[in-house]
């Protein structure tokens, strides 16, 4: 046998191991990464998906742990709110740990990216705000999405690259990792491609892509390209789902709706994802007004349920 047939089997082997050696049993999934490892996949309540019930941060934590999840991925503006109002943030803290919770990532817009200077100032002072008040609840990651460069085109993508290098080095100083994001509707990294290139180009240890199925199937960028990603380089993936119609031209935030109930070929992309090395977290994101209007413990039940259940099919041994 070549050395060559025997590298090409040993890759081919190592990718399959990721997902074939998937175990779907009693107490849930698990997927044994390609170094052996079995992990557990993890789920998370971004509050977005009941953001508009407007029962704020302490109820938002109960929620999620009532609910069963391992994480909770909130609004920067909601722990800001929560702070003005009084709140302390080491009894948040406290009850996020009591709720046995992990806080990997929450969501800002702080404009990092954006060619004017005084508003990009401005911008690294409001994510260095975002990024100390995280920490100081334990934080991990918070989301860099292309603020303020998404209604109009932004820098060239080597700039963007020197910019998301600054976000991270602000980062560094605080703890807190800030993660590139996909945004479908954009002007500026609508695709995973933009992004991926802009991560690469930062050259930073801790260099990283938020991705998200509805922004990849909203920006055209498909979802074949799951597959090239790391799991060094994805610790969250906001997972949703969108109906056939309308397409990708009209369809908004609005029209996502829970994982499983629409057409995005999830069982691809979870096993492109875990089959990359991926062992972060499975992120619950949707903006639907008929969700919204609905209790926000059914809300959040359901779309975990609904989550687990995608990932068994999508994991579960041939």
């Known amino acids: 046998m070549s050395s060559a047939v025997s590298r090409r089997r040993f890759l081919t082997n190592t990718s399959a191991v990721a997902v074939a050696g998937a175990l779907a049993t009693a107490e849930g999934t698990r997927v044994a990464a390609a170094d052996g490892v079995v992990h557990k996949p993890k789920f998370s309540l971004n ?101 303020g460069a998404h209604d ?54 801790k260099a990283c892509l938020l991705p998200d199925v509805y922004h990849l199937h909203k920006g055209g960028s498909g979802f074949e390209g799951v597959k090239v990603l790391s799991g060094a380089g994805v610790h969250v993936f906001h997972m949703n789902d969108y109906p056939a119609q309308p397409g990708p031209k009209e369809i908004n935030d609005s029209h996502r709706v829970f994982p499983g109930d629409g057409v995005a070929p999830l069982g691809l992309i979870l096993r492109d994802l875990y089959a990359a090395g991926f062992s972060g977290v499975l992120s619950l994101e949707l903006f639907n007004r008929e969700y919204w209007k609905q209790d926000p413990m059914l809300v959040a039940k359901t779309g975990l349920k609904k989550m687990q259940e995608v990932v068994a099919q999508a994991l579960k041994p041939a």
């Open 47 to 147: 509050t977005a998906t009941i953001r508009e019930q407007k029962v704020g941060i302490v109820r938002e934590i109960e929620i999620a742990r009532e609910a069963g999840y391992d994480a909770l991925e909130p609004w920067m503006d909601a722990l800001h709110r929560y702070v003005e109002e009084g709140g302390s943030l080491p009894d948040l803290k406290k009850r996020i740990q009591d709720a046995g919770l992990i806080i990997p990532s929450a969501i800002g817009f702080a404009q990092w990216i954006v060619d004017d200077e005084s508003a990009r100032k401005q911008g690294l002072e409001n994510a260095r705000r975002d990024m100390d008040l995280l920490a100081r609840i334990g934080g991990l990651r918070i989301a860099a999405p292309p603020v």
């Open 152 to 205: 109009k085109p932004g820098p060239d993508l080597a700039t963007a690259g020197q910019r998301y290098r600054a976000l991270l080095e602000l980062g560094d100083q605080i703890g807190v990792v800030p993660q590139c994001e996909v945004w479908g509707f954009s002007k500026t990294l609508s695709r995973l491609s933009e992004t991926a290139y802009v991560v690469i180009e930062a050259n930073h240890p």
